[in-house]
């Protein structure tokens, strides 16, 4: 059986009355688990929250991992070029046209991944309908939103690359090479 008990202070100061009062109905009946409503809500929401958090804790790891792997991805294509941009460089290619080629690569490795991840996305997005409270797994403003913050962070890792490529010397790279 369960009681509901409205106060207008503290409940726990209700607390000492309330068993008074039970055992008085009936000396045999004990109070068990006596808790305020919110304690009790926080209770049933407690494993909700928990994965709430979990599933951001992992989100941010998988920003952070995207983050570098661009980074990596992104250098080493810079890397490899760099003997080509010194040889433009050399024959009067101007920074910015080599800024242009670079960010024509970023955009070509960020839309692949973005599509095929958006594409993922999707596809597991059945799995994830019990976890998700006031939105549809397809939401497509969730999914503008996540495009969006991707490419924020492809920007940002794409800003060290980029700036190797706008300091490039072309008579260090070419007798390096």
């Given at each position: 059986?369960?009681?509901?008990?409205?106060?207008?202070?503290?409940?726990?100061?209700?607390?000492?009355?309330?068993?008074?009062?039970?055992?008085?109905?009936?000396?045999?009946?004990?109070?068990?688990?006596?808790?305020?409503?919110?304690?009790?809500?926080?209770?049933?929401?407690?494993?909700?929250?928990?994965?709430?958090?979990?599933?951001?804790?992992?989100?941010?790891?998988?920003?952070?991992?995207?983050?570098?792997?661009?980074?990596?991805?992104?250098?080493?294509?810079?890397?490899?070029?760099?003997?080509?941009?010194?040889?433009?460089?050399?024959?009067?290619?101007?920074?910015?046209?080599?800024?242009?080629?670079?960010?024509?690569?970023?955009?070509?490795?960020?839309?692949?991944?973005?599509?095929?991840?958006?594409?993922?996305?999707?596809?597991?997005?059945?799995?994830?309908r019990g976890l998700l409270?006031?939105?549809?797994?397809?939401?497509?403003?969730?999914?503008?939103?996540?495009?969006?913050?991707?490419?924020?962070?492809?920007?940002?890792?794409?800003?060290?690359?980029?700036?190797?490529?706008?300091?490039?010397?072309?008579?260090?790279?070419?007798?390096?090479?």
């Open positions: 059986m369960t009681v509901l008990v409205r106060t207008d202070g503290e409940p726990s100061r209700v607390v000492p009355g309330l068993r008074a009062a039970v055992r008085r109905l009936d000396p045999d009946l004990a109070l068990a688990r006596v808790a305020s409503l919110d304690a009790l809500i926080d209770d049933q929401i407690a494993p909700r929250r928990f994965n709430t958090w979990l599933l951001t804790a992992f989100g941010v790891a998988a920003v952070a991992i995207t983050a570098i792997g661009l980074y990596s991805l992104l250098a080493y294509l810079v890397a490899l070029r760099r003997p080509e941009m010194a040889v433009r460089l050399s024959i009067g290619a101007t920074p910015r046209h080599l800024l242009g080629l670079v960010v024509r690569d970023v955009s070509g490795v960020v839309g692949i991944g973005t599509g095929l991840g958006l594409a993922g996305g999707l596809a597991a997005a059945a799995s994830m409270f006031g939105i549809r797994p397809s939401d497509p403003v969730s999914h503008v939103a996540t495009l969006l913050m991707l490419g924020i962070v492809a920007v940002a890792a794409a800003c060290i690359p980029l700036r190797r490529v706008m300091r490039i010397d072309p008579a260090i790279v070419l007798r390096i090479e």
